[in-house]
C-alpha cells in the first residue's frame, strides 16, 4: 500500500508540476476583446448622458462596477468551453493555479471597493486608477501561465494607473475617459497576444 500511496504521490506530483509550467489557454480572445469593447461603449455612455451616469463619484463607480461584472462573466462563460477542450485532464489543475495568481487581487479590489464605496463619496476619487494598478499586477504575476507579451498590456495599466492617481488626487474631475481609454485599449492588447499565442499553439509551436 505505501508503494502505491508513493506512486500516486508522484504522479500527482508530476501533474502538478506539468500544470504550473504549462501555458493556460482559458481565456478567449473574443471575449477579452469584448471587454474592452464594454469599457468603451460605458465610457462613451457617460460622455453622452453624464447627468445619469456619471453626475457624482457613486453613478461613477456604480457604471464601472457593473462593466467588471458583466465583463468578468463574458470572460468566465466563454473559458468554461475552452479550458476542458484546451487542457483535457490537467483542466482543473490548470484553473486552480491560475486562480492561486489572479483571485487574491481580484478579492482585494473588490473588498477595497466595496468599503469606499460604503463610507464618504469624496473617497471615491482613488478607484479608477487602483482598479487599474491591481489589473496589472494581475497581468505582472500570471507571466508563468500566460504569454510573456503580456507584460506590455500590464505595464500600460500600471502606467496608466499611476497617471489617473495623479490626476485624480490633483483634484481632476473624474472623466469617463480615465477608465475608458486604459481599459478599452489594454483588453484590445490582450486579446491580440492571445490570438497570436492560440494561433502559434494550433500550429504546433
Same mark, same amino acid.
Given at each position: 500500500m &505505501? ?5 500516486l /504521490? ?12 504549462? &501555458? ?26 453624464p447627468? &445619469? =451616469? ?7 463607480? *456604480? ?10 462573466? =463574458?470572460?468566465?462563460?466563454?473559458? +468554461?468551453?475552452?479550458?476542458?477542450? @484546451? ?6 489543475? @490548470? ?10 487581487i ?9 468599503? =469606499?464605496?460604503?463610507?464618504? /463619496? ?6 479608477? #486608477? ?19 507579451a ?11 494607473? =499611476?497617471?489617473?492617481?495623479d ?6 474631475? +473624474?472623466?469617463?475617459? @480615465? @477608465? #475608458? ?7 484590445? *492588447? ?9 494561433? &502559434? ?5
Amino acid at each position: 500500500m &505505501r508503494d502505491i500511496d508513493q506512486a500516486l /504521490s508522484d504522479i500527482a506530483g508530476i501533474r502538478a508540476q506539468l500544470a504550473s509550467s504549462t &501555458r493556460f489557454h482559458g481565456f478567449a480572445p473574443v471575449a477579452v476583446a469584448g471587454s474592452g469593447a464594454f469599457a468603451f461603449l460605458a465610457a462613451v455612455a457617460q460622455t453622452l448622458w453624464p447627468e &445619469r =451616469l456619471a453626475s457624482d463619484p457613486s453613478r461613477y463607480v *456604480a457604471v464601472w462596477v457593473s462593466v467588471a461584472v458583466a465583463s468578468a462573466a =463574458l470572460i468566465f462563460v466563454e473559458g +468554461l468551453a475552452r479550458i476542458s477542450r @484546451m487542457h483535457g485532464t490537467m483542466a482543473s489543475m @490548470m484553473v486552480a493555479g491560475t486562480a492561486r495568481q489572479m483571485v487574491p487581487i481580484g478579492v482585494a479590489g473588490a473588498g477595497i471597493t466595496v468599503i =469606499l464605496y460604503n463610507s464618504v /463619496s469624496a473617497n471615491l476619487w482613488i478607484l479608477p #486608477g487602483l482598479w487599474q494598478v491591481l489589473i496589472a499586477l494581475i497581468g505582472f504575476t500570471s507571466l508563468t501561465s500566460l504569454p510573456k507579451a503580456i507584460i506590455w498590456p500590464a505595464g500600460w495599466y500600471f502606467a496608466c494607473g =499611476l497617471v489617473v492617481l495623479d490626476l485624480a488626487s490633483r483634484g481632476a474631475p +473624474l472623466s469617463p475617459w @480615465m @477608465m #475608458g481609454i486604459p481599459f478599452s485599449l489594454g483588453q484590445a *492588447a490582450v486579446a491580440v497576444i492571445l490570438h497570436r499565442d492560440a494561433e &502559434r499553439h494550433n500550429a504546433g509551436f
